[in-house]
């Protein structure tokens, strides 16, 4: 068994020492012969940059590792690895491009910047002939994209539904078992640290596109970045959705889905109904889940802990791992270019759809939403009054329609002097 101070040293520069970075020295100064034993490699925190130097990280950083520099940690030529945990986009960018050009891997768990400039920051890694890793950049802990990546490699996937966001899946869960309103639940998550004071890059799905498009990448080998993720939020859920959504036997998650239709991609982020019955409708809290649809393979789902410190640097140090053992061996891990992908439209969507619409209550209304439904060729599986509604609330849920179908019943629906208000749509997904 090789000891301590016989295995192959490499030196970690780690940029930001907060939630993850912290966890990360700890993980990797707290048992260092354990690690040697497992790894075969004595890795060591080089340098640890940070903001503001005076603040207490506890965690024990090695003597003279702490600075203020992250430019200079780039370019120590004692720092073999660089591990970028401060988030952002820049100076993100710029550091890693800069350490990647310098033949240094770089393990990254920053999503915002992977989701818009994974193709730039990939392609600098295949030039430089050395790894750019970012497990930890969607569920946190959850392997994920090296199980995409490697063990899945043969697979035709079909299709990828997750629950990615931890925190609007907290608020959905207490809407739904405790039967909270959306800003009770939201105010429950804050005050427990799940949401941010400013929760809007959560609840309305940016988070959760950012990783879409992530996860739509790897799986498909194509070049999906966020702008071509359609997006909706939570924001718009009701109680009396989710109190109709539990009488009709689903749960109402923010699901993020890619799948692959024909040469095409589709990529969305927004809340659906799923049967309750599904295994990602028992995703409870603030976990997350990936649920995958293969050709071979059938369904599988890999679930655990979305974010957080100790679970975000598990994935960083699984890839740091990795990118060591390449590095030692002179060269990188597997990472093939991404071919140009063809992004299907959203108003391409065939789905059933769930419908609320507040009327009048008078004779008459009932021919006339309906008629709207028909004049565009949509199909209703169900229509029901909500008798626990104060107004006159329809609900009704289609056969497969297709959305630009759907949103021109919306639009029409709208315009009727019946209808005093469009209330939520939602899409039906995961039957059959
Ligand atoms: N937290 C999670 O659960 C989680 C999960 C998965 C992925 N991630 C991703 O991991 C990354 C880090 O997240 P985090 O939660 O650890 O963030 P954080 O707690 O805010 O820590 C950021 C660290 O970076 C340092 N930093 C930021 N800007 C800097 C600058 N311009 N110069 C020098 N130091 C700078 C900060 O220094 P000071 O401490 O001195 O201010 C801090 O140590 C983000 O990309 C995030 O999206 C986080």
Redesign the pocket.
């Known amino acids: 068994m090789q000891t301590v101070t016989e295995a192959p040293v490499v030196r970690v520069g780690v940029?930001?020492?907060?939630?993850?970075?912290a966890a990360l020295v700890h993980l990797l100064v707290e048992k260092p012969e354990v690690m040697t034993e497992r790894t075969g490699l004595r890795l060591e925190v080089a340098r640890v940059?940070?903001?503001?130097l005076a603040?207490e990280r506890g965690v024990a950083i090695p003597d003279g590792a702490l600075t203020?520099d992250?430019h200079g940690v780039v370019t120590d030529p004692d720092v073999d690895v660089i591990v970028e945990?401060?988030?952002?986009i820049e100076?993100a960018r710029t550091l890693i491009l800069e350490a990647l050009a310098a033949g240094k891997p770089v393990i990254t768990?920053?999503?915002?910047l992977v989701a818009v400039a994974g193709v730039e920051l990939v392609e600098a890694a295949v030039a430089a002939g050395v790894d750019l890793l970012f497990e930890?950049?969607v569920g946190?802990g959850i392997p994920l994209i090296r199980p995409l990546r490697e063990s899945l490699a043969g697979e035709q996937i079909r299709r990828i539904m997750g629950i990615v966001n931890g925190t609007t899946n907290y608020v959905l869960t207490r809407m739904t078992e405790a039967g909270a309103s959306y800003g009770d639940a939201l105010g429950e998550a804050q005050a427990l640290g799940f949401a941010e004071s400013d929760p809007t890059s959560d609840v309305e799905g940016f988070d959760a596109a950012n990783k879409a498009a992530i996860l739509a990448s790897i799986a498909f080998g194509v070049k999906v970045v966020t702008a071509d993720v359609y997006r909706e939020g939570i924001s718009c859920v009701t109680a009396a959705d989710i109190a109709f959504a539990t009488r009709l036997g689903y749960v109402i998650k923010l699901l993020a889905i890619a799948e692959r239709v024909g040469d095409e991609v589709a990529v969305r982020v927004h809340p659906a109904m799923i049967p309750a019955t599904h295994p990602l409708a028992s995703v409870r809290e603030s976990f997350n889940a990936v649920f995958i649809e293969g050709e071979a393979v059938g369904d599988l789902m890999l679930y655990g802990r979305g974010?957080?410190?100790g679970p975000?640097a598990s994935a960083v140090l699984g890839d740091l791992i990795d990118a060591s053992h390449n590095l030692r061996a002179g060269g990188m891990g597997r990472a093939s270019a991404l071919g140009q992908a063809q992004i299907r439209s959203i108003d391409e969507l065939t789905s059933q759809y769930y419908l609320s619409i507040d009327v009048e209550d008078r004779p008459g209304v009932l021919a006339a939403v309906a008629g709207a439904f028909g004049d565009h060729g949509v199909s209703i599986r169900s229509m029901e009054q909500d008798p626990l509604a104060t107004e006159a609330r329809l609900i009704f849920i289609t056969h497969l329609a297709r959305e630009s179908d759907i949103q021109a019943t919306i639009a029409v629906l709208r315009e009727l002097e019946v209808v005093d208000r469009i209330g939520s749509l939602l899409r039906v997904v995961g039957e059959g």
């Open positions: 940029l930001g020492c907060g939630t993850v970075g940059a940070v903001r503001n603040r203020d992250l945990v401060i988030g952002g100076p768990a920053n999503k915002d930890a950049s946190g974010a957080g410190g975000s």
